[in-house]
């Protein structure tokens, strides 16, 4: 960037709330702050034809925050309530701003948003070999922990998952109770836990669907939120599973075979070439189900948790997410 178009370094910074007229230049710092820092030759085309700046933004527009430097956006920030799970991110300031304390404003109103959610474990993803990036987000009591994978699979056509139901598929009558019942499952792998933003905006938004597995009983076997192809946060060709998990206890890792091949179904159903899913590595009996399947990571990272607690990451949870 030219001296004659840079904005002033000793400028004081603002942050409000991030306005639909911003979001074109947020997207744009997004892509080129993660494809610079990444070293790729055209870092502006970074991600592709995902978009996670105008998804998250419209899922929640009281929870997405702009940094201003003479009125100019010069990043941006996004937090996100899972009920009594919080995190935060893409947290992106323009580069050539970087080290100069706005990515520390871009997390002020975020951890008041939490405060106002009074979520009880909070958590983020970020780079695994950047002291910066964890010495920023330890100051705010986050702790490292595991590695996450983000991992990929070709899609290959098999077998119809059986009991599987998709969201965009119930009437408005039957989609209260599917809610309910998606509570009832994500509460019984960490108390409180609830994905019915995720599941509403993915609807709402036209970004994808969830797959729900009928049990046995009266309850879901298991619950996956995709997003599919362009414009969402998959990109084109691609299905991303942004959050699944199955019924906890004995069967979990038969429960979780099934989810897997519910949204390979999915991706097929849609066209989609591509299985994109993240898993954090603390989930053994996950990831390790996840290789034998195909799936190959692409992009590692870290998450960092508040308070230094486990939350759902643990052997015995079959969950997929990446807090990205």
């Known amino acids: 960037m030219s001296a004659a178009k840079r904005t002033s370094a000793a400028a004081p910074v603002s942050v409000r709330p991030l ?46 925050f702009a940094a201003t430097v003479e009125g100019e956006v010069v990043g941006s920030n996004f937090a996100a309530d899972w009920g009594s799970v919080g995190y935060f991110g893409p947290l992106t300031v323009r580069p050539d701003l970087w080290d100069q304390g706005i990515g520390r404003r871009l997390m002020e109103p975020v951890m008041a948003c939490f405060d106002t959610w009074e979520n009880g474990h ?14 920023l987000y330890r100051r705010y009591g986050f702790w490292p922990r595991f590695l996450t994978a983000i991992m990929k699979k ?20 039957e989609r209260p109770e599917a809610l309910s019942l998606g509570r009832a499952l994500t509460g019984a792998v960490h108390e409180g836990l609830s994905l019915e933003r995720e599941i509403v905006a993915a609807q709402v938004q036209g970004l994808g669907d969830t797959v729900l597995l009928e049990g046995t009983d009266a309850g879901l076997d298991g619950l996956a939120v995709c997003h599919c192809g362009t414009g969402s946060e998959a990109g084109e060709d691609v299905c991303f599973v942004k959050f699944g998990a199955v019924r906890p ?76």
């Open 19 to 64: 306005a639909e007229p911003d979001l074109d230049r947020a997207d744009e710092i997004f892509r080129v702050a993660f494809g610079t820092f990444l070293g790729v030759p055209e870092p502006e085309t970074f991600f592709g034809t995902a978009d996670y700046v105008r998804t998250r933004w419209a899922a929640d527009p009281h929870a997405a």
């Open 122 to 135: 909070l958590g983020l993803f970020t780079f695994s070999h950047s002291p910066k990036h964890l010495e």
């Open 154 to 173: 070709q899609v290959t056509a098999g077998a119809a998952a059986p009991g599987r139901v998709l969201y965009g598929e119930l009437n408005a009558a």
């Open 249 to 324: 206890g004995p069967g979990a890792a038969d429960r979780f075979e099934r989810l897997l091949d519910a949204c390979e179904q999915l991706a097929a159903e849609r066209g989609l070439g591509q299985l994109d899913a993240g898993v954090n590595l603390a989930r053994e009996g996950a990831y390790r189900s996840m290789i034998d399947r195909g799936f190959r990571t692409w992009l590692q990272g870290v998450t960092m948790h508040k308070p230094n607690e486990p939350g759902y990451s643990h052997p015995d949870a079959y969950v997929i997410d990446d807090w990205r």
